[in-house]
């Protein structure tokens, strides 16, 4: 078996178990205090790793008895015994045996049992006047060792194992099992854990020894080594580079959004330049200029979102405005004969959501630069039931190029570019189509390596009925790109409202598109 | 877009041809028409076809349908002899329309042809779509024009176009067994509720009654049970249009004719005699070409097309599409068939020598015009801004714009007065532009409890605010908004970000409390001032001030907001206007 992972797991305090100890020794705490000078903590700690590596089993438990120090005990400990303070007391000459336990500030009875305990042990005795008197200042061999347990057991509790017989003859006197209110001890049966290694230790071990590690490899390169150079002639512990990472979360830009960006990028690099504008339209912006009849059916009030208040824009710019309004009713001079109707001037200023990204191409008429390109990615509003083809609002993408030369093959040419270069098309098929705003119009459908064949956008070349209202001479290539499609293809969605989504966690583990 | 079902078998007999579905679906563009589906196997096979052409109502019947495909494909010349035009009257028989003066501002224009020959049942179905989808989509849902059939053999000629009293005039409607006065149609009758508000908006209802007094018809609502139940057997029909378009009106009866004399019918013309003058006289008789011809200078359509045609090729490319045309002295005359009113400008006659000459023939061409591609100054500058944001381990979101009152108004605590409503909102669900990207940051925080925390989220969007002054009354501003949610989250580590936000934007902050921090020339401070916004907590948020104009607001989200929302952990929320910030 590949034992190397597992040793590159293993902590130093594991180290010096395995290294320490074979398969026959019985593991408790209190052996690893005794033999490593592990605090019981430690001992605890590394028991619970090595039988998470199967490398140590439970072999059984036994019971030990613990003494604990009680608050009686502390205060011994600080202010001294009834002994220790009688024999202090001692020092100064004889005390009346009737006076001393008020002198003391002892009760009687404890009175009573140290200077019996004491006299038993020759270290004072009674006078005839009955005064008591000391014959020597040290404290016997008893009194030093209790001291000594007093002072460990403040520590940390007393393990009868760990304690010689003789400490335990000494507790014996000053512990008790309840009722340890007046004890210095309290004593009490603890079942403490058996452990014993096994024997895929016993292998570890041999691989421990074989690659010379010892469990004093330095853990972390601290500042303080560094500064020292103690690091200098030492090991360090091995990390298994194989463990599982911890997930960081970190900011990130969101997946669609950088879709989008990705789009623009590509217009920008195809040399075209950007324009956006308010959410918020005119009629006369959203369908007039683009040569829509008012009664168009795409203009009834269950295709277009109005506004509450304002209804209406104050005034629409000139000379646009007549000049529209001139190609509406009867052409004005653009050769056309118009729609032949009353342009109605109250509706044009009606507010409305934008709900075509062309209205932007046809406000950047009015100051579009010859030749020019223009492109826009924008948000669009239309009356649809929210699911999962259709958002409450969505994202166009719209532009125009402007030129004495373009032409329908120029525009076939702009759209094959589109389909190769945004949309990673393999052949590309063009149609008839129809938009109220262009003549001729062509449907541009694509085959793309996943999606198969679908339409990628719609296009034309602009009315002269919209082009020369607003100014404009030359012809001008309209066009619109679906990119959402291939948003959600490469995001790996297919329900557009997931590219708006609330969900943070879903957002956080979506991948690079 | 309208979207027609034809008979497979008696659509492909009357367009002399046999494709499979396959090759049909490769025939139709030329028609600007997809098949949308099929039902059905064998004889009984229903195909569905789509059109995009809103100006092509031509094509909307199986008759039409087919006859694109023939003309385009076959050569075939349908020759239409029957129709009257400026100086030239077919004769009527004396079937006539007479049309009272009443009727000159209600609904003013009458078109109407018989026919002889055999209905069937195909004929029929034929009809009623053709009907339909003429009168809904083209006839703007009858309002611009609608159509009614009749049983010919039972109609007295003349037929008289009344302006008539809704409360007196009583018949049977079609569908009922009752006597119903106009009115009554207008309120009981299932056609009366859905086109009755067009007769109502006139103190007179249009009525077409035959000249013995039986009713045809309450236009554009509903015909007699009496003559208006038209049956597979009849052999002759009466067919009237009435509208508000005279060209419109004259059109469809055209189309309708047409149809008809495809499918082998006799067409006997119908002569109205108006008291008013109309745009095609006081008397016409229908069907009636009125069409005029269109002159497009061939260089225009070569110029356009990026081609070189001559003329023979540009007029046969349009006869391919069904148009007949003469070429002289570098133009082209075309005159557009009876069936068609689409050529508004030179430039629509360039579509059809397109699709006449096949999509195949252009060659794309790589446009040469060399310009120069550039992003705009918001879109780069928006870039800038989400790159710190990113930097600071912010989650960028988008989101949609519009919402509920409850969202963007009731949850945030705010008065809500300067956010843009929509008038005829789908549901209430979406009612409102949002105003600030707040509601839609605590809209995913208060939906993503379970997600591991803290939260750090943003978007830069775009917001409508209502602005009195505005030409519209509104403004949209390019808008950062923040969140972080968490149970450390409080105003110093807000403070902290905007202050780096603001650093690495080149805008440092003033020492200066209050709104109008002095700057140096070209240096650009900002400051901040304790913030009154019910969305904060009092005393822990603060309006951010650019040369002396609010630009701002950041803090600590109010326990009430949180609570609006159902978020159990603090938050700080921020927002800048970004069009403030960017120096253009």
Redesign the interface.
Known sequence: MDWDNLVKSLHPLEVKILLNFGPETALTATVLAQKLDFKVGQSNQSFSWLVGKELALESGRTSTTVYEITDLGRVHLAQGTPEENLLKALEKGPIPMAEAAGLLGLEQKDMGSAYGQLAKEGLLGLDETKRIVGKTHQPSLRMQTLRALLVRAAEAELDEGGLSPEEVIVLAGAAKKRGAATSAFKTSDRETVVYKLTAAAQEVSEVLKAKGVTGEEVNALTPALLASGAWKGRTFRAYNVQSPPSRL??????P??EFI?GV?DK????????????????EFWNGDALFMPQ???ARD??DV???????H???IDEPWLSQVAAAHTD?GN????????NFDHDFTRR?V?RSQGTVLSAKQLTKAKV???YFGIV?C?R????DATH???FHQTEGI?L?K??????L??????FAMEVAGATEVK?????F?FT?????VHIKHPVLGWFELGGSG?F???VTQSLGIEV?V?AWGLGIDRMALMQLGLNDLRE??T????S??QRKRS | MPKIEVKQQAFFHQANMKPTLGELADLL??L?SEVDGSEGEGAATLLKLEF?????PDLWSTAGAARGLRVYYQGWDPQYPFFSSVGKKQADGGRKVVVEAGLKNIRPYCSAFAVAGKVTDEVLVDLIQTQEKLCH?FG?KRR?FAMGVFRSPMVKFPVHYRAADPDTTKFVPLGMTESLSLREICKKHPKGLEYGYIAEAHPKFPLQQSDDGRILSFPPVINSADLGSVEVGDTELFIEITGT?L?AVTLAASIVACDLADLGFEILPVTVEYPYDTPFGREVTFPYQFQVPVDVELEYVN?????NLIGDQAQKALKKAGVFSRYENGVLTVFPPPYRNDF?????V??DV??GHG?EN???????????????A??LFG?QV?DL??????????????GSKKDFIDKMNISGHDV???????TE??EF?RNSVAPNLL???A??A???YP???FEVG?I?RLD?TD??????RNSLGWLSAGADEGFNQANARVASLFYYLGVSRSDTPGESPKGVAGVRDYSVKESSDPRFIPGRAADLFVGGHKCGVFGEVNPQVLENWNIGVPATLGEVDLDSLLVK
């Not at chain 2, 110029?303 to 081609?307: E, F, K, S």
Request: aromatic letters at 10%.
């Open positions: 979360i970190i900011g990130r830009r969101n669609y959004q960006l623009k217009l920008v690099s195809l040399g075209f330049e950007e324009f956006d504008g308010p959410l918020v339209e005119t009664f168009h059916a009030i269950h979102y109005y506004l509450k208040n304002p209804t824009a104050k005034k052409g653009t050769g056309s004969r118009g729609w032949q109707y507010l959501l030749p020019g390109k948000r509003f009356y649809d039931q929210v958002g409450a609002d190029v030129g030369d373009v032409n329908l093959k120029t076939l040419g702009l759209l094959k570019m063009y149609v008839p189509g129809y109220p003549e001729p119009s062509i449907e070349i009315r002269p009925e012809p290539l590219l708006f609330n969900n943070l966690d957002l956080r | 563009p030329v600007k995009n052409d809103t100006n092509r989509n703007r611009t378009d060209p110029r356009l097309l990026g081609v508004l400008h030179p430039v629509d360039i579509e397109m699709i999509m252009f060659e794309p061409e790589t446009p040469s015009d060399a310009t120069v591609g550039r992003l705009s918001e879109e870039r989400r944001m990113i930097g600071m381990g912010f989650q960028e979101m988008i989101y949609n714009y519009l843009l409503q929509i008038l005829n909102p789908m669900n979406y532009v809209e995913t925080e939906a993503s379970h997600a591991v939260h750090h989220l775009k409508v009195p030409n519209q009354g509104s403004v949209t």
